[in-house]
């Protein structure tokens, strides 16, 4: 069956971020001049995916104004003449078919995932977080389709990352059976270096097989009294194989203030309109 849905947890308090974050989601802020959850969704759109369910929190409706029409601004850019910028925003309101689930209490993310079952049904899907932003030629998520597609099976998307990070992660323990390619036999939820089974990490993307919404039913919380993905998706692997890919691109991690801010200037600098203004401003700046 096609993967057709994608989840997108962003119900956070985005703690990391604040004040910035007081009063509005931790993926609403601006990447140059575009939020970062639209990276992610364009992502997603990219890769085929026809419908996405945002999981929100309270005070979280900028997300769904954002991919909402705007019908005041586009009637006063309409009025103005100003039709590239009419046509940039109506074009946001048009980008997905979208819903909203509330999660009314932030018990992790497997907590999450589990509010979406009754949108889901018996289907595979996808799963987005909006703090990994992944600058690709090909999706992310398009490459790890590739490998559902051949296996029918659950699919994580890998990063390798320095022991000393990996208390900071999923980590799994795999085997390596084609290039980028590894079947998993075990996973650990932010393991201190010295218990890491591998520099493997699982990052921000994941297709999900429906099987997954029984065991998350019975998953006990674990560390930080919540209920987490991965010991979901450990229980997942004794009763059919899952696997994880390292996929091609880099990862901007903007949940992080120093990943935000390396994002930042290096999607300005790609930037066909400021990107060669912005470099050489950057020479000038006194270290």
Known sequence: MKVRKAVFPVAGLGTRFLPATKAQPKVMLPLVDKPIIHYV????????VEDIIFVTGRGQVAIENYFDISFELEQFLRSKNKTDELEQVSGISNLINSCYVRQKEALGLGHAIMQVRHLIGNEPFAVFLGDDVIDSEEPCMQQMLAIYERYKCSVVALE??????????GI???KEIDSRLFKLDGMVEKPDPE???SDLAIIGRYILTPEIFDILERTEPGKG??????DAICALLQRQAVYGYLFDGIRHDTGDKLGFLKATVEFALARDDIGSQFRDYLKTVKL
Do not use: M, N, W
């Not at 390798?160 to 992660?169: G, H, L």
């Not at 009294?225 to 991965?230: A, D, N, P, R, V």
């Open 195 to 197: 218990d890491a089974p």
């Open 172 to 174: 799994v323990e795999a």
């Open 160 to 169: 390798r990352v320095e022991k000393s990070q990996t208390s900071s992660y």
């Open 41 to 48: 969704v364009d992502e997603a759109v990219a890769s085929g």
């Open 225 to 230: 009294g919540e209920i987490q993905l991965t």
